[in-house]
Every structure is written in C-alpha cells, then in structure tokens.
C-alpha cells in the first residue's frame, strides 16, 4: 500500500522558505509606504499653505499697488497744510495755555480788561479726547465785549463759548463772566501696517477741516499782559 500522506512535510518547507524569502521586502514595501503616508501629509500640507501665502500675498500686493497710486494723485501740500490746520485747532499738547493766551491776546486787542482767570481740566466726552475748561472775568465797553466774543469762534486752539453772563447796568463798563471749552487729543501711538488699505476723508472731515481753516492764530501767539485790575503799578510812581 502507499502512502499518499508523506509529500506533506516537504509542501509546507516549500511554502515557509518562500513566505521568508518575502518577508523582507514585504516589510520594507510596508515600512515605505507608511513612511511615504506621514510624510506625504506634510508635504501636502506644506503645498496647501504655500499657495494660500502667495493667495494673501497676491492680495497685499494688490492693495499696496492700489495705495500707492492714490497716495501719488493726492495733493502733498493739500495734505501737509490739513495736518497743521487740525493740529493747531486741536493740540496734541494740553491747550489750556495756549487758548488763555489767545483769549488775552484778543481782548487786549479790543481793549477789554482780563481780571480773573481760572482753569480746570476733564476727559471730553469722545475717547481720548482732553478738554479743558477756562472762566474767564472780563470787564469793558459792552460793544466791545459783544465784538470779543465773536472773535472766539474763530480762535486757535479751538474754543467753545459754553456759557456767558453779563453785569451792568450801562454800556460803557460791564463785568462779563464767560465759560470756555479747548480741547486736545494724543496723536496716534503706532501707524497702520503698511497692507491696511488707505481710508480718506469723508465729507463731513472734509467740511470740518475747511471750516478750522477759518480759524486764526492770534499775533505772535504769547500771552498778552493783563491789566492791573485795580491794583496800583509800583513802576509807575
């Protein structure tokens, strides 16, 4: 009788030598392709935010361009002269010195008498504005009272007549008390990033500035003396 069973040994030799014999580069078929997986996410995510840099790129280049254009069709001395109408009509220095010596210098003008002073400072009621109350007594011919006033519309640094009370019974010497407002305001502490697009003025800006450049700067821009007030000048004895 033969044995049928006995080859089986030999098929399953055969079958490991040739299971070893691809284990190798099995393994390294495996090992390469995980390794091409990691890091061909990275290199995927590389190219995905390289061309979304030279999207935002493309974009800045685009608005620098655009600004660069607009800033070359504006007027520089249109500008410069903008700049310094809006910083003498609003300092970026407290301007509670500066408007007292402006309002003594035109009533000295008109030739109205300066004989109390006092001043106070507050924040204004827009964020990062300063204003700084000045009281002023006044005495003098009421013409020229009414005159002096009117003159302080049209003042730097930018005053408001917030309240006016007058005493007399005649015209020709009355006591005026008279409530003032100045502001000022810090200049900006940084400058935007040169890819901010550029905002110009509106309408409104634009109507504002031209009416500060209405404003005048009193002569010489000092204090103007004060009268004695009553008091008796020892120099001229």
């Known amino acids: ?57 493309k974009s800045e280049n685009l608005t620098l361009q655009d600004k660069k254009g607009r800033l070359l069709s504006m007027d520089l001395s249109l500008l410069t002269r903008q700049a310094q109408v809006t910083l003498l009509a609003v300092p970026s220095e407290p301007s ?41 007594e006044f005495e003098g011919n009421l013409g020229a009272i009414m005159q002096f006033v009117s003159t302080l519309k049209t003042t730097v640094p930018l005053i408001k007549v917030s309240k006016i009370k007058m005493l007399g019974s005649g015209i020709d010497v009355v006591s005026a008390d008279i409530d003032l407002l100045t502001f000022w305001a810090d ?40 009268s004695p007030a009553g008091k008796t000048n020892p120099f001229t004895e």
């Open 1 to 57: 009788m033969i044995n049928l069973t006995r080859p089986k040994p030999m098929i399953r030799e055969s079958l490991d030598s040739q299971l070893r014999r691809f284990a190798v580069p099995l393994t390294i078929f495996l090992v390469i392709i995980l390794l091409s997986a990691t890091f061909g996410k990275g290199l995927v995510d590389n190219i995905f935010s390289t061309r979304e840099r030279i999207e935002i790129l």
């Open 96 to 136: 509670a010195l500066a408007a007292m010596a402006a309002v003594r210098a035109q009533a000295f003008e008109r030739q109205v008498t300066v004989t109390e002073v006092k001043a106070s400072e507050k924040e204004g009621v827009q964020k990062g504005v300063r204003e700084a109350s000045l009281i002023f």
């Open 187 to 226: 200049l900006p502490k940084s400058l935007p990033a040169a890819t901010t697009p550029l905002s110009t003025l509106s309408k409104k800006d634009e109507d504002l500035i031209a009416e500060m450049e209405k404003l005048r700067a009193s002569a010489g821009r000092g204090v103007a003396p004060a």
